[in-house]
């Protein structure tokens, strides 16, 4: 089993919000850890846009706009990427990543369609 | 500003070593672990292995210890070196800390 999985795809409209889901094995308890997010667009690399442990301990990508937001779903051991007021350029690939003993962990990544 | 800059070959024969730089400016390279991630073709991200300023570094055990990841401080370069590579090498490289991504330098294996 994967230590993370993302849906491979979300579709969503213009203007409502989307939710990305990044669930965490079961050995591995989402409490523990600080889930990244990064937003990957064709033919660019990947661009930081948050962290988040807590609410208490989060950080926001530089120029990253606040309807991106990270939170927890305990009861489902998963990190949340919430984008509200989805706009046509948020089309992207999104990927989760934990730190897990000194080393990168990444999803399989969602790709989230606006239509 | 922070930038990132890979460079190398962008053909590399099968069997052979792939060596790749990344040259860092903008911010303190003694202040994050320094990554190499790549990216196979219409596929997600793969971390490769890390490497923090005191010489610290990590692999991804896939790689069958293949990979070697060093650190100039001096010149600001990071490294990459992989060993007998093969076509599923292929892809594109990036350089990255947690923050900060450099574009990538794509990497074909072929003969």
């Known amino acids: 089993q994967a230590v993370l999985t993302q849906p491979s795809s979300l579709s969503a409209s213009p203007g409502a919000s989307a939710s990305l889901t990044c669930t965490l094995r079961?050995?591995?308890?989402?409490?523990?850890?600080?889930i990244y997010w990064y937003q990957q667009k064709p033919g660019s690399p990947p661009q930081f846009l948050l962290k988040?442990?807590?609410?208490?301990?989060?950080?926001?990508g530089s120029g990253v706009p606040r309807r991106f937001s990270g939170s927890k779903d305990a009861s489902a051991n998963a990190g949340i990427l919430l984008i509200s007021g989805l706009q046509p350029e948020d089309e992207a690939d999104y990927y989760c990543?934990?730190?897990?003993?000194?080393?990168?962990?990444f999803g399989g990544g969602t790709k989230l369609t606006v239509l | 500003q922070v930038q990132l800059q890979e460079s190398g070959p962008g053909l590399v024969r099968p069997s052979e070593t792939l060596a790749l730089t990344c040259t860092v400016s903008?911010?303190?390279?003694?202040?994050?672990?320094w990554s190499w991630v790549r990216q196979s073709p219409g596929k997600g991200l793969e971390w490769i292995g890390n490497?923090?300023?005191?010489?610290?570094?990590n692999y991804n055990p896939s790689l069958a210890s293949r990979g070697t990841i060093s650190l100039d401080t001096s010149q600001r370069q990071l490294s990459l070196q992989l060993t007998s590579v093969t076509a599923a090498d292929t892809g594109v490289y990036y350089c990255?800390?947690?923050?900060?991504w450099g574009q990538g330098t794509l990497v074909t294996v072929s003969s």
């Open positions: 990255a800390c947690e923050d900060f």
């Open positions: 903008g911010v303190s390279i003694y202040s994050y672990y």
């Open positions: 490497i923090y300023f005191g010489g610290t570094t």
């Open positions: 079961s050995d591995i308890n989402v409490g523990a850890f600080r």
């Open positions: 988040y442990k807590s609410d208490s301990d989060k950080e926001q």
């Open positions: 990543m934990i730190w897990q003993s000194s080393t990168w962990v």
